[in-house]
């Protein structure tokens, strides 16, 4: 068993930042944008990174690339660890999108099916999803290959395209979150040329604009989330192998609620087969789980989603009536929620603002870490290994075995002890006329302690930050990085290895942090 204080618990700091020309000069005063400022304040501006994703092919042994995209430019950048470089982000190209409409805030990573070379799929108010060759820069175009009819996919007929994911089990398939209340899966493969679009998830899912679409790992499940507060599991259908004429139609998804946040949903994700989800004005991300549903057993049926009630509910203060599930029923004696709610880690200062994204680092080996930036420049992290570890260590001090009474409780650097404030002065005075001016007030690293007793103040310190007894008591960080009070973060990305954080967002901005660096 890893030790409760190696490597993996070491959460990034800040390296360093940079920031790119103003674009808004190309666009209109009636654009809009998901997300934009809509307040005259020379504190903030209309300059924005909307997305940031790393590229997902590399070896783990490479130097990570990452794509930054504002609202005509596509920024790709690759990363040094070499901690003599000043700078270890080096642009590598810069893709300028020269149609008059276009204004991008989403993007993700495909590639070529016979060659491998990387693509970086944007998508934007122009109701598009453009591929661009992200080694070259250029638009791939009818003259160059199989994918001339795929350039420029014909999304959604006038509407936003706000969010992109790709298939973790299959790089040439994507999907898109729309303004028109649709989630659409499309195909990059040369075969489905004539019909990218596979499969269309819409009917009786969503009312309201789409804001996030995210794939279950095994690529069997989607969530979708968007202005009307509802978040939607969908099942994803065999996709045709071969060419087709119309797409796969999906009218209902699989579970469906709008109780467990009570503002615009602007970001979800997996995190194995739990969700975390995060709403406008919550100022939490909520860590919640669909009862008995498991990705183990097999897809259920189209036949078996449920449809809608046919009247609407008349107690809002009833989540079952906001709620509807295909895993469980209503009327199942032996789980009669539909849902539970977990965990919610708090996330301060987020204001009015939406279009702001978390972004979960969830690899085998590594500790799962939960990355989000407010708006107020603050990055926040979380370690959800540090949960589990803490609750260990809590029930070894409350239940100590007889052969380990007498020995010392090994605490790892990460959970600190909090000496109250009136201890800490006497005992500074104490240090400093002994020539040590150490200020005991503040939280400090413990290697062993002498005592199964702590303070109140520090058991309340770690509960703030570790337990998980209370469901609705969010949890503040485990560490917080700051930068300028002005900037907004919209979207985090982790590098595949887990040693780069980027967080991008106002005033063209993007936010460098590292951990493991070499010495």
């Known amino acids: 068993m890893a030790s409760v204080d190696d ?9 360093t930042s940079f920031s790119l020309e103003n674009d808004t000069r190309f666009l209109g005063s009636d654009d809009n944008i998901a997300g934009k400022q809509q307040i005259s304040d020379t504190k903030h501006t209309h300059i924005e990174f909307f997305d940031v994703k790393f590229c997902p092919y590399q070896p783990l042994d490479h130097e990570p690339v990452f794509a930054a995209i504002s609202k005509k430019h596509v920024i790709i950048c690759r990363l040094t660890k070499d901690p003599d470089d000043a700078n270890p982000c080096h642009v590598i190209n810069v893709i ?12 993700t990573w495909t590639m070529d099916a016979s060659s491998g070379r990387p693509y970086i799929c944007i998508g934007g108010v122009d109701a598009k999803v453009k591929i661009y060759d992200a080694i070259s820069g250029h638009l791939i175009e009818c003259t160059e290959g199989f994918l001339s009819s795929f350039s420029v996919l014909s999304a959604m ?5 706000n969010d992109l994911a790709t298939s973790p089990v299959n790089p040439h398939i994507i999907a898109s979150a729309s303004d028109d209340t649709s989630v659409r899966i499309w195909s990059v493969e040369e075969k489905h040329r004539r019909q990218p679009c596979l499969c269309i998830l819409a009917g009786e899912g969503h009312s309201w604009n789409l804001l996030s679409v995210a794939f279950h790992e095994t690529g069997r499940y989607l969530l979708s989330g968007g202005h009307d507060q509802i978040i939607n599991l969908w099942t994803i259908p065999d996709l045709p192998a071969e060419p087709i004429e119309t797409p796969l139609q999906i009218h209902y998804p699989h579970f469906s609620t709008s109780a467990v946040h009570s503002g615009i949903v602007d970001c979800v994700s997996f995190f194995g087969d739990l969700i975390l989800s995060r709403a406008c004005h919550d100022n939490v991300i909520v860590l919640w789980k669909i009862e008995g549903f498991s990705s183990d057993g097999p897809p259920p049926a189209q036949s078996a989603a449920p449809t809608p009630q046919n009247v609407l509910p008349t107690n809002y203060e009833d989540p079952g009536r906001l709620t509807r599930s ?4 209503v009327t199942s004696p032996q789980c009669p929620v539909q849902y539970t709610r977990l965990l919610a880690f708090h996330t301060p200062n987020c204001g009015p603002q939406f279009f702001m994204r978390f972004r979960l680092h969830h690899v085998p080996n590594q500790n799962p870490v939960l990355a989000f930036c407010n708006a107020a420049g603050n990055i926040f992290f979380w370690d959800l290994k540090r949960l589990t570890a803490h609750r260990d260590i809590m029930l070894a001090l409350s239940n100590p075995t007889d052969k380990d009474k007498d020995k010392p409780i090994q605490l790892p650097s990460w959970q600190k002890t909090v000496i109250p404030r009136s201890r800490a002065d006497s005992t500074n005075k ?8 150490q200020d005991l007030s503040a939280p400090g690293v413990v290697k062993q302690a002498d005592s ?18 209370d469901t609705h008591e969010p949890l503040r960080h485990h560490k917080m990085e700051a930068s300028s009070a002005n900037f907004v973060g919209r979207q985090a990305s982790w590098s595949p290895g887990g040693d780069w954080c980027v967080v991008v967002g106002s005033s063209n901005t993007a936010l460098l942090l590292q951990r493991w660096a070499p010495k």
């Open 452 to 469: 199964r007793e702590f303070s109140p103040e520090t058991l309340e310190s770690w509960a703030t930050k570790y337990s998980m007894a």
């Open 430 to 437: 104490s240090r400093a006329a002994a020539g040590q001016g």
């Open 157 to 161: 007929e006038g509407f936003d395209v």
């Open 7 to 15: 490597v993996n618990f070491e959460l990034p700091k800040l390296r």
């Open 326 to 329: 295909a895993f469980v029923p």
């Open 96 to 107: 300028r999108d020269d149609d008059d409409e276009a204004a991008s805030c989403c993007c």
